[in-house]
């Protein structure tokens, strides 16, 4: 079955540690995104990527990073630089032109302690 | 001012009866796309229903439909029938922008619990 794989599903780091979360597709979408989500808010774009090899800044990039070396993967890199990464992180694909919305994985739960 | 407004942090429901989950949004595009999401226990996003700006009828999908009243700009989740496996937070999005610009905007989410 096509979809999105997030690992780990929950995430424990000391502060001051650098981060990486996993995002994989097998759903042959060209974009893809990160979100972050928080108790009372909605979700908030972190970076998305239209195409290999490019990406850009979401509302709130600021102490994290990616990249996109291949299509199917989308890591998320949570920096020391990052001053409140406890969150739920979800990562989500889509068609070039995403008209009808997003699928999205079922997220990584960080807690920075 | 908030793109996306879902004024009520959580709701109960009877199993078995119905349940309005309410949105109301705000853009100045005359083309643009609303959207339901769930999301359960488990953390997943799951797409329910989308509703076009230029869509006469409302969208239906099984036990879910959006009452969509444009004058009003509200965008209210109708789910029917409930059942104890719909407990979860909902989260009404909004597309707006144009191709190659779109923008996503979800608002703060509905919990929702079905009660036997």
């Known amino acids: 079955d096509g979809g999105i794989t997030q690992s780990p599903k929950y995430l424990f780091r000391k502060e001051g540690q650098n981060v990486t979360l996993s995002c994989e597709q097998n759903?042959?979408?060209?974009?893809m995104y990160w979100y972050r989500q928080d108790p009372g808010q909605g979700l908030r774009l972190i970076y998305y990527?239209?195409?290999?090899?490019?990406?850009q800044k979401g509302d709130i990039a600021e102490g994290y990073s990616v990249s996109r070396e291949k299509k199917e993967s989308f890591p998320l890199t949570v920096t020391s630089a990052q001053k409140n990464p406890t969150a739920f992180y979800l990562c989500?694909?889509?068609?070039?032109?995403?008209?009808?919305?997003?699928?999205f994985g079922s997220g990584t739960r960080l807690t920075v302690v | 001012a908030q793109k996306i407004t879902q004024t009520q942090p959580g709701m109960f429901v009877q199993e078995k009866e119905a349940v309005t989950l309410d949105c109301t949004y705000d853009?100045?595009?005359?083309?643009?796309?609303l959207f339901w999401y769930k999301q359960p226990s488990s953390g997943e996003m799951i797409f329910l229903i989308y509703?076009?700006?230029?869509?006469?009828q409302n969208a239906t999908e099984g036990r879910y439909s959006l009452n969509f009243q444009k004058a009003r700009k509200s965008a209210n989740l109708v789910i029917s029938a409930s059942q104890l496996g719909d407990s979860a937070m909902y989260f009404c999005?909004?597309?707006?922008?144009?191709?190659?610009?779109?923008?996503?905007?979800f608002g703060t989410g509905t919990r929702l619990k079905v009660l036997a």
């Open positions: 989500a694909s889509s068609i070039r032109v995403p008209y009808y919305g997003y699928t």
């Open positions: 759903l042959n979408h060209d974009a």
């Open positions: 990527s239209q195409i290999v090899n490019d990406f």
């Open positions: 853009t100045s595009d005359q083309s643009y796309g």
């Open positions: 509703q076009g700006s230029y869509d006469e």
């Open positions: 999005a909004m597309r707006e922008g144009v191709a190659g610009t779109y923008k996503y905007i």
